[in-house]
T-cell receptor, first 117, second 111 residues
Framework: GAGVSQSPSNKVTEKGKDVELRCDPI?????LYWYRQSLGQGLEFLIY????????KSGLPSDRFSAERTGGSVSTLTIQRTQQEDSAVYLC???????????????FGSGTRLTVV | GDSVTQMEGPVTLSEEAFLTINCTYT??????LFWYVQYPGEGLQLLLK?????DKGSNKGFEATYRKETTSFHLEKGSVQVSDSAVYFC??????????FGAGTRLAVHP
């Protein structure tokens, strides 16, 4: 597609429920990143995909968080047994690696605002 | 590890005022530096970048100069508009092509 698409744009869930957040990157972008933006805080890196593999999962805050990417395209971030502190905006970005790719070519989606009540 | 520190907001200005948002960094070597902007309800967009020391990035009337002596990349604009109201993030590259962001500075411009 023309841009990075994330769904849903808003999600309200009850504490303890599982949620899935979806990211559809720009076609041809091999690199995909998930970030979390909490109220009053900056962007916290969660995970990086190169193709379908995730060489850097260092930012996942707990084992309740997991992510996968299939077909080198769509990625899903899953949060199990949600807690109130998981409330945040979850942002996805993609880029093509190579000249003017990587950090130079980041394109962000509009994010999913997750509220855990 | 590498990090970015931004001035805390919110910054509230009247239209046509001069803007400075401070950003300092800690890094090994001389990484590229970036400013991203997030308008209400939207994702982050690259505003400008500088790839080496003494470079000046500019876009939409905003400028930032890469100062290695002071490890700074302050964002400036001579005359802000209401439409510039947004959150501004300073960033530098981390490992695996990820970006390390500052906490963000919210700018509110009033007519």
């Amino acid at each position: 597609g023309a841009g990075v698409s994330q769904s849903p744009s808003n999600k309200v869930t009850e504490k303890g429920k599982d949620v899935e957040l979806r990211c559809d990157p720009i076609s041809g972008h091999t690199a995909l990143y998930w970030y979390r933006q909490s109220l009053g805080q900056g962007l916290e890196f969660l995970i990086y995909f190169q193709g379908n593999s995730a060489p850097d999962k260092s930012g996942l805050p707990s084992d309740r968080f997991s992510a996968e990417r299939t077909g080198g395209s769509v990625s899903t971030l899953t949060i199990q047994r949600t807690q109130q502190e998981d409330s945040a905006v979850y942002l996805c970005a993609s880029s093509v690696l190579g000249p003017m790719g990587g950090v130079y070519g980041y394109t962000f989606g509009s994010g999913t605002r997750l509220t855990v009540v | 590890g590498d990090s970015v520190t931004q001035m805390e907001g919110p910054v509230t200005l009247s239209e046509e005022a001069f803007l400075t948002i401070n950003c300092t960094y800690t890094a090994t070597g001389y990484p590229s530096l970036f400013w991203y902007v997030q308008y209400p309800g939207e994702g982050l967009q690259l505003l400008l970048k500088a790839t080496k020391a003494d470079d000046k990035g500019s876009n939409k009337g905003f400028e930032a100069t890469y100062r290695k002596e002071t490890t700074s990349f302050h964002l400036e604009k001579g005359s802000v508009q209401v439409s510039d109201s947004a959150v501004y993030f300073c960033a530098l590259p981390g490992g695996y092509n990820k970006l390390i962001f500052g906490a963000g500075t919210r700018l509110a411009v009033h007519p």
